[in-house]
């Protein structure tokens, strides 16, 4: 076990708070002013410090700019009414870090050295997180292979580190997709399960020919027959089909979002029908043109739910019904964003709470 009251504290001399305008925050543009920073090595973590936020150094060599062994992780904090800072689900956030670090042959995280890390970062720099709606303090938790080696295997060192960034809402408004039938996000067997670097980059070409069509985003579908919906963009998808909300079931190839299971547990909650389930395309076109595909929308931590307006499928657009009459993701969406802010009974037990 590590002693994590021994978190080594620098502060800055050079605070950027009073030059950072709130009212104007793009996601991920702009950083607090510290970070919290620990060591493995000789098989263990250690060395936790929190520093000024400031640039690394390494090696040409270094494993992870070579082979990518890198993982990360993010989740929000946000303001109460009252000033407590709340956390959503950080501890669901350190597990599947944990899994992720697991494929990629990296050490996992103790909790509570992961989770005092981010306490006392966030204690100091909790002037940094807005209190404007829809804003919140975004924390990137990440681990790289850290070895000055450029064989293929895995380092014997890494980094942990997390920095935060006061963001606005991820994004205002409805997306157009296109459905996705010659490139893959991941195949089953691979990573697509964790947030491990690579899979981003994979990514960015097909995101980046959809764009040029005119798509935000991209609706992934499965390696073998382009035949099943997995993921949309960054975000977990979901449909609902009649009175049913419909998603596809987690797989090797399909990201465990929290914001995924946030919503399948309140829709439960509520009574809706739930159904974990392959989506074919052919299914969803089917009730498009049948009238019962009501909506689309994908689910992530950055945004909560971004409703899908146009769905692309070679060639044609299937334009959804309008935002305002998409009753429940509208209900869904205010009711997790109502639970993250502290202004709804927290039946689940996902706040994490810093007085
Ligand atoms: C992070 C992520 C999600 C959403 O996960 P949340 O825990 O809800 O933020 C979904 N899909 C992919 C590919 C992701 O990287």
Not at 79 to 90: E, Q
Not at 147 to 176: Q, R, W
Not at 208 to 231: P, R
Request: with cysteine.
């Amino acid at each position: 076990m590590i002693n994590t009251q021994n978190i080594e504290i620098e502060k800055t001399k050079h605070s950027k708070l009073s030059q950072t305008d709130f009212t104007n925050l793009e996601f991920g543009a702009v950083y607090s002013d510290h970070m919290f920073v620990m060591d493995y090595k000789d098989k263990q973590w250690g060395g936790l410090r929190i520093v000024p936020f400031q640039n690394i150094s390494m090696s040409p060599a270094t494993s992870v700019l070579h082979y990518g062994q890198t993982i990360f992780e993010g989740l929000k904090a946000y303001r109460a009414d009252n000033g407590d800072i709340l956390l959503f689900r950080p501890l669901d956030h350190h597990k599947r870090l944990n899994k992720s670090a697991k494929r990629l042959c990296m050490p996992e995280l103790d909790e509570s050295a992961y989770l005092e890390g981010i306490t006392e970062l966030i204690k100091l720099d909790r002037a940094w997180i807005p209190n404007q709606p829809g804003c919140s303090l975004y924390l990137r938790p990440f681990m790289y292979a850290s070895d000055e080696f450029i064989g293929v295997k895995p380092s014997s060192t890494y980094k942990f580190i997390v920095f935060t960034s006061p963001v606005a809402g991820y994004y205002k408004g409805t997306v157009k997709v296109i459905i996705e039938t010659e490139y893959v996000r991941a195949a089953e067997g691979g990573t697509g399960f964790t947030k491990s670097g690579g899979n981003y980059a994979a990514s960015l070409l097909p995101a980046k020919l959809a764009a040029e069509k005119g798509y935000q985003q991209i609706m992934w579908t499965d390696s073998k027959e382009h035949k099943y919906f997995e993921e949309s963009g960054t975000m977990n998808l979901m449909f609902i089909i009649g009175d049913t909300l419909v998603t596809p079931p987690l797989s090797t190839s399909i990201l465990a979002g929290i914001t995924r299971d946030s919503i399948l547990t309140l829709a439960k909650d509520w009574g809706v029908k739930v159904e974990e389930r392959r989506v074919s395309v052919d299914e969803v076109v089917k009730a498009y043109e049948n009238g019962t595909l009501k909506d689309a929308f994908g689910t992530g931590t950055a945004a909560t739910i971004t409703q899908i307006s146009t769905i692309n499928y070679k060639g044609t657009d299937l334009v959804l019904p309008g935002e305002e009459t998409r009753e429940l993701s509208n209900k869904l969406n205010k009711a997790l964003n109502d639970i993250k802010l502290g202004k709804a009974e927290d039946k689940f037990g996902w706040i994490y709470r810093i007085k």
